[in-house]
Structures are given as C-alpha cells and as structure tokens.
C-alpha cells in the first residue's frame, strides 16, 4: 500500500488544510485571537472617554432633542401637558413684530462685529508681525481684554456710550464734548438706525485680540523662503502678503469666522449689562429668555432656542464637513 493511500484525507482527493472528508480545517480561534488583539487596542481607550460620551449624549444631545419636543408641542404653560403640533410655534412665530425685529438686530451685530473683529484683527497681527519693539507687551495688551467677562465688559461699556446729550454728556460723549468735537456726539445703542452696530463696539474691543493672536500665529506659520522668493521675483511687500501669505492662511481666517459667528448669534450678557432687556436692543437670545422666565412659555422659548441651534449650525457644520475632508485628502 502506498504512503499517500495511508494519509487521512488522500483517498477524498485533499490535501494540506483538509480532512479525511474534504471539508476546510477550522479557522475560528486564529480569527478570535485577532478579534481578542484588536479589542485590547480600542478597549481601554473606549471605557477611558466613556463617562464623557455618556455625560454629553444625555446633557447634550438629550438634552437637544427634549428641546426639539419641546418646540413640537403646545404647552405654552408650565403647568399644561404639551400635544404635538408639528411645525406650527415655527411658523407662529414669524407672524410676530418683535421677533423679525430681533432678528434683524442679531443680523446687524453679527455683522458688524465678525467683520470689525477681523479686520482689527487682522491689522494688530500685521503690525505684530512686521516687527515692533515691545512685542510682548503689546500682545498682552491686545490680549488682555479676553480676560474680561462681558458682563464687565457691557458695565463699562454702558458708562462710555451713555446716550445722554451734550450738556450732561459722560463716557466718550463727554470725552468728544471736551475736544469741541460736539457732531461727533450722538445716541449710541439707542439710535434706531445704527444701535446694533455701536452694540457691537464692546465684543469687537473685546475679541479683537483673540483673532489677533490667531492671525499672527499663522503669520510666522508661513515660510520664510516663500517670502524670500516673492522677493525675488520682484514682489512688492504687499504683493508677498497678498499673494503669498494671506492664501496660507484661509484656514485661520475660516476658524475665526466660525468662531465669531457662533459667539454673536448667541449674544446675551453682553445685551443685558448695556441695554438691559429694551425691545431697541432686541435679540433672540434676550427674547427667549423672556419667553421662558417671564412669559412662562416653554414651547416659544423652546421654539427660539431650536433657531439659534439652527442658525449655529449654519456655521459650525460646514467647517466641520471642510476639516474631515481635508484630513481625508491629506491622509492619501
């Protein structure tokens, strides 16, 4: 009898890898042992963050979708029990006068404080970066209002635009008054036309030196050489800042943008500490906290508070969609 007639499996015609009857050896426990390694990878990170993703899924994330029911429902009481009426506190709400108003104001201070914030900021970086002696102390003058709350920030800032007229001026009205310079003289955040747009001057003063900061940073980020070479080839100063530096830095000037968005739409104390709660300086965040706390009405505010998520998003989700596509491309 030959040897291969006495190997288990070589009468069925198989060979390494099978049995006598031809069917695949078991792999399972190489494949478990895998699955065993990878788990011991990702495991320990897992239960290392898990409380912070429980504690943000429920007071977060839960926390937006009872607003949501909240802002779906009728309870305009707090002692009624709610019933789902779809869309219709979001339509309601259009039909009345304060809260186009408030709107518009918001609209107004955001964009007169992401654009004055920029360019202020933008400039102080400049000079920052051209070079200054002192530097270090400049920056933590520009900086230092950061430290400000804006609540302490609107206090003093209430004193300066002080509306009063000329005879019994204060703040910078008093301050232009002393200079002859009475046309300068006017009523701040209570002018109907351009009150938001003075509301506005206290968070550019105090973020200004945030965004300088970021702006500077991505400044001496650019290489020295590209400048160098602009040079070279007959550039101008602001022909290398223009072509060359200030293309480098669309992703600062994108995550500032986003920052600031986010911050005006949800402006509140800085509202209350200058105009208190004056239907002139208006905003949504100041209506819903009026709609909540003194109205009593959980569903309006809740209505108000699911707008200001919506219009946040607006801003944060396409940064977010732009940041993973760029990590995806950088990563091939």
């Not at 993703?53 to 009481?77: C, E, P, Q, T």
């Not at 007229?165 to 008093?174: D, V």
């Not at 006017?186 to 506005?200: H, I, L, Q, S």
Request: glycine share 10%.
């Amino acid at each position: 009898m030959s040897t291969s007639q006495n190997r288990p499996g070589a009468a069925a015609g198989g060979g390494p890898g099978r049995t006598f009857e031809g069917a695949p050896r078991a792999v399972a426990p190489s494949t478990a042992r895998r699955a065993l390694r990878r788990a011991r990878t990702w495991l320990p990170g897992l239960l290392l963050v898990s409380p912070s993703i429980l504690l943000i899924g429920v007071f977060v994330y839960g926390m937006i979708g009872w607003n949501l029911r909240l802002a779906l429902s009728d309870k305009h009481a707090p002692v009624q029990e709610g019933e789902f009426v779809g869309l219709a506190n979001f339509v309601a709400l259009w039909q009345e006068a304060r809260w186009p108003a408030a709107v518009n104001n918001a609209i107004v201070f955001t964009v007169v404080f992401v654009g004055g914030a920029l360019l202020l900021g933008w400039l102080l970086g400049l000079l920052l970066d051209k070079g200054v002696r002192g530097e270090p102390v400049f920056r933590t003058l520009f900086l230092a209002p950061m430290a400000v709350s804006f609540i302490a920030t609107g206090v003093v800032w209430r004193w300066l635009m002080n509306p009063a007229p000329a005879e019994r001026a204060t703040g910078l009205n008093a301050l232009f008054v002393h200079l002859n310079l009475d046309f300068l003289v006017n009523d701040w955040w209570t002018a109907p036309d351009f009150g938001m747009a003075a509301m506005a001057l206290p968070a550019i003063w105090q973020l200004a030196g945030y965004i300088m900061a970021l702006f500077l940073a991505g400044f001496r980020g650019v290489p020295e050489d590209l400048r160098e070479a602009a040079r070279v080839d007959g550039c101008s100063e602001w022909g290398v800042y223009r072509h060359v530096v200030m293309p480098q830095l669309r992703p600062v000037l994108l995550s500032a943008v986003i920052i600031l968005g986010h911050m005006s739409l949800k402006v509140f104390d800085l509202i209350i500490a200058i105009a208190g709660k004056q239907i002139i300086a208006d905003v949504p965040a100041v209506y819903m906290w009026a709609m909540v706390f003194e109205v009593r009405d959980p569903a309006k505010g809740a209505t108000i508070a699911s707008y200001l998520l919506f219009a946040v998003a607006l801003f944060v989700v396409p940064y977010l969609v732009w940041t993973v596509r760029k990590e995806r491309s950088e990563g091939r």
